[in-house]
C-alpha cells in the first residue's frame, strides 16, 4: 500500500459536487498497489465526475446498506488505474461527498 494514496484521492476529488439529488455520497475503494502522480490529479476528477453521471441506479439498492455498486467501464483509464469500485448511497454522511474507503474498512 502507498501511503500517500488515500490523501492524493481525497485531495483529487475533494472539489467534485454531486452529481444527482438522489446520491447522498459515494464510497470509493482504492488499488492500494497504485502510486499517485500529481500529474492524474486533475483528469481522475473529471473522470469520477463523467462516470458518475452516467449512472442508473436502482432506488432500492441505492437505500439499501450495500449501496449501488458503479459501473466502472474499462473506458477510465485513470479511474480503473486508482479506484477499485465505487458504490453510491442514498443516505449522507457529513464531510465530503466522496469518501476513501480506507484499507480493510468500508464505510
Given amino acids: 500500500m502507498h501511503p500517500e494514496l488515500e490523501s492524493f484521492l ?9 452529481t444527482s439529488p438522489e446520491i447522498g455520497r459515494v464510497v470509493v475503494e482504492p488499488d492500494y498497489e497504485t502510486t499517485p502522480s500529481q500529474h492524474d490529479a486533475g483528469h481522475l476528477a473529471s ?5 458518475l453521471r452516467e449512472q ?16 466502472m467501464p474499462g ?5 480503473s ?15 465530503p461527498w466522496i469518501e476513501v ?3 480493510g474498512n468500508w464505510i
Avoid at 10 to 18: C, E, H, K, L
Avoid at 81 to 95: A, F, M, N, P
Fill in 81 to 95: 488505474k486508482y479506484v477499485r469500485r465505487i458504490t453510491l448511497h442514498q443516505d449522507s454522511t457529513e464531510g
Fill in 56 to 71: 442508473t441506479p436502482d432506488p432500492k439498492a441505492l437505500a439499501s446498506h450495500e449501496g449501488f455498486e458503479a459501473d
Fill in 101 to 103: 474507503a480506507p484499507p
Fill in 10 to 18: 481525497n485531495s483529487a476529488f475533494s472539489s467534485v459536487q454531486p
Fill in 75 to 79: 473506458a477510465y483509464r485513470l479511474l
Fill in 47 to 51: 473522470e469520477l465526475v463523467q462516470c
